[in-house]
């Protein structure tokens, strides 16, 4: 078995691997984003009134309103205008905090894995016409 043989299996093997986990982790972006939807950015206004603190926001042409916990207030940095997120099929619901990264992590892991699987297949074909 020749060197460029050798090279060409190699790469056949990271390219499948690359390919397969690039594909799952993306299927797991997909069921993430299916399950969870999809969040944009708002601005938010906390409201301090005697019976409790709202936040209140504009989101697909209304405004909407709902009751803070305490813990929710007590992390409420600059209550004139808050950074949120609603929930674009259902914008009622509101988050005062990024969602969670994973979700990009997973999409970037399936990207990079994708592209090592093409650059590995690139070799392989390289491997294959040299050798």
Same mark, same amino acid.
Request: charged share 20%; hydrophobic share 50%; aromatic share 8%.
């Given at each position: 078995? +020749? =060197?460029w043989?050798?090279i060409? =299996?190699? *790469? #056949?093997?990271?390219?499948?691997v690359?390919? *397969?986990?690039?594909?799952?982790c993306l299927? /797991?972006? /997909?069921?993430?984003r299916?399950?969870?939807?999809?969040w944009?950015?708002?601005?938010? !206004?906390?409201?301090?009134?005697?019976?409790?603190s709202?936040?209140?926001?504009?989101? #697909?042409? #209304?405004?909407? +309103?709902?009751?803070l916990s305490?813990?929710e207030?007590?992390?409420? =940095?600059?209550?004139a205008? #808050?950074? =949120?997120?609603?929930r674009e099929?259902?914008?009622r619901?509101l988050r005062?905090?990024e969602?969670?990264?994973?979700?990009?992590?997973?999409r970037?892991?399936?990207? !990079?894995?994708?592209? /090592?699987?093409?650059?590995a297949?690139? !070799?392989?074909?390289?491997a294959?016409? !040299?050798g």
């Open positions: 078995m +020749s =060197a043989e050798t060409g =299996a190699i *790469a #056949e093997v990271i390219g499948w690359g390919l *397969a986990v690039g594909l799952v299927l /797991l972006v /997909l069921l993430i299916i399950a969870d939807g999809r944009l950015p708002t601005d938010a !206004v906390i409201a301090d009134e005697p019976d409790g709202f936040v209140r926001w504009f989101a #697909e042409g #209304e405004f909407h +309103s709902r009751r305490a813990d207030r007590h992390h409420v =940095a600059n209550p205008e #808050e950074p =949120a997120f609603y099929r259902e914008p619901h005062l905090h969602p969670p990264t994973g979700r990009r992590v997973l970037l892991l399936g990207f !990079v894995f994708l592209a /090592l699987a093409v650059v297949g690139t !070799v392989g074909v390289i294959m016409l !040299v």
